[in-house]
């Protein structure tokens, strides 16, 4: 528990947020349902064992906060919380609610011992990757997605390796769950796309053929979609990303409609498969040096040339379609 005053407001609950959820207390001493409710978070957040922070504001003595914060929420009475995560008020209660209630009210937000702990065999698997221990990584990211299967980040990761050593039974189960939904979330779908190309070169005469027996064959008539579109796939399935969007836009320019926009769905996958993930809190965002001094210009491109190449073939897609 902490007391949040104008000094340590942007610390300790605004940038702690963006680690942990923040809950922050506004209560004041005449406020007899106040002291009802404050043993009853502290108790919560011993209960939590640091899945949430408690934080207390004294109206009295923190008014600019207080009011400021009681505006944003159109509230008028105290005790008053708020929850920050991302550093960002996120959802808020008035009055002294019983343990239950608030309970409910933080299960809403945060964490689950289960999330924390695959968050942490996650990190452990990066460090292992990075070591050069895949099996050993792949095995902290399976216990990952054990102790919490609702977990995207590590599933991503998960079936990227998988792919990555050649296990592709396994990414194809370890993907039936999230591509059984509705919506098909499109990370997921990207994944499935790359499997099925690779399951293309496996199972089709053409995935053994060179480039050149692909590009005579396309010689002989340009609207041979379904040649194309086989390059396109053999192309991907060995990582050779801008050349098989390439061959995709081709088909896309022609006739963007051509089996059930196969090329154009293709193309979104593998721009999907090359936008990298958003950064974890706390690390430096893009276009932002590590210290958070904002690049602009010219400068902030150099530094990201991933992003600029993503930049180029979205617009190419753009112009194709319009």
Request: net charge negative; with cysteine; proline share 6%.
């Given at each position: 528990?902490?007391?949040?005053t104008?000094?340590?407001?942007?610390?300790?609950?605004l940038?702690?947020?963006?680690?942990?959820?923040?809950l922050?207390?506004?209560?004041?001493?005449?406020?007899?349902?106040?002291?009802?409710?404050?043993?009853?978070?502290?108790?919560l957040?011993?209960?939590?064992?640091?899945?949430?922070?408690?934080?207390?504001?004294?109206?009295?003595?923190?008014?600019?906060?207080?009011?400021?914060?009681?505006?944003?929420?159109?509230?008028?009475?105290?005790?008053?919380?708020?929850?920050?995560?991302?550093?960002?008020?996120?959802?808020?209660f008035?009055?002294?609610?019983?343990?239950?209630?608030?309970?409910?009210f933080?299960?809403?937000h945060?964490?689950?011992?289960?999330?924390?702990?695959?968050?942490?065999?996650?990190?452990?698997?990066?460090?292992?990757?990075?070591?050069?221990?895949?099996?050993?990584?792949?095995?902290?990211?399976?216990?990952?997605?054990?102790?919490?299967?609702?977990n995207?980040?590590?599933?991503?990761?998960y079936?990227?390796?998988?792919?990555?050593?050649a296990?592709?039974?396994e990414?194809?189960?370890?993907?039936?769950?999230?591509?059984?939904?509705?919506?098909?979330?499109?990370?997921?779908?990207?994944?499935?796309?790359?499997?099925?190309?690779?399951?293309?070169?496996?199972?089709?005469?053409?995935?053994?053929?060179?480039?050149?027996?692909?590009?005579?064959k396309?010689?002989?008539?340009?609207?041979?979609?379904?040649?194309?579109?086989?390059?396109?796939?053999?192309?991907?399935a060995?990582?050779?990303?801008?050349?098989?969007?390439?061959?995709?836009?081709?088909?896309?320019?022609?006739?963007?409609?051509?089996?059930?926009?196969?090329?154009?769905?293709?193309?979104?996958?593998?721009?999907?498969?090359?936008?990298?993930?958003?950064?974890?809190?706390?690390?430096?965002?893009?276009?932002?040096?590590a210290?958070?001094i904002?690049l602009?210009?010219?400068?902030?491109?150099?530094?990201?040339?991933?992003?600029?190449?993503?930049?180029?073939?979205?617009?190419?897609?753009?112009?194709?379609?319009?």
């Open positions: 528990m902490i007391d949040v104008v000094q340590n407001f942007e610390t300790e609950v940038k702690a947020s963006m680690t942990a959820p923040v922050v207390d506004i209560w004041a001493e005449w406020c007899g349902p106040c002291k009802q409710l404050g043993p009853v978070l502290e108790q957040e011993l209960e939590y064992a640091g899945r949430f922070t408690l934080a207390k504001l004294d109206a009295d003595k923190q008014q600019d906060i207080a009011g400021q914060l009681s505006q944003m929420f159109g509230v008028r009475s105290i005790p008053f919380c708020v929850l920050f995560a991302g550093g960002q008020p996120v959802d808020g008035v009055g002294a609610l019983p343990a239950a209630q608030v309970r409910q933080l299960d809403k945060v964490p689950s011992e289960g999330a924390l702990a695959a968050e942490a065999q996650a990190d452990e698997a990066d460090a292992l990757l990075e070591s050069g221990d895949t099996d050993a990584a792949l095995a902290k990211l399976a216990d990952a997605l054990a102790q919490d299967p609702g995207d980040a590590a599933r991503s990761d079936v990227r390796l998988l792919i990555a050593t296990r592709y039974d990414a194809a189960a370890a993907l039936a769950e999230p591509l059984a939904r509705e919506p098909r979330p499109l990370h997921f779908d990207a994944l499935r796309r790359w499997l099925d190309a690779i399951e293309f070169v496996q199972k089709d005469e053409r995935g053994n053929w060179p480039v050149e027996q692909f590009d005579a396309i010689a002989e008539n340009k609207r041979d979609f379904d040649t194309r579109f086989a390059k396109a796939q053999a192309l991907l060995e990582g050779a990303w801008t050349a098989s969007m390439d061959e995709l836009l081709e088909i896309i320019m022609r006739d963007r409609k051509w089996n059930d926009e196969a090329a154009r769905k293709t193309y979104v996958a593998i721009l999907e498969l090359l936008t990298p993930p958003p950064p974890k809190p706390g690390a430096a965002a893009d276009g932002k040096s210290g958070g904002e602009t210009g010219k400068a902030a491109q150099q530094q990201d040339p991933q992003a600029e190449l993503l930049s180029s073939y979205r617009r190419k897609l753009s112009m194709a379609l319009n």
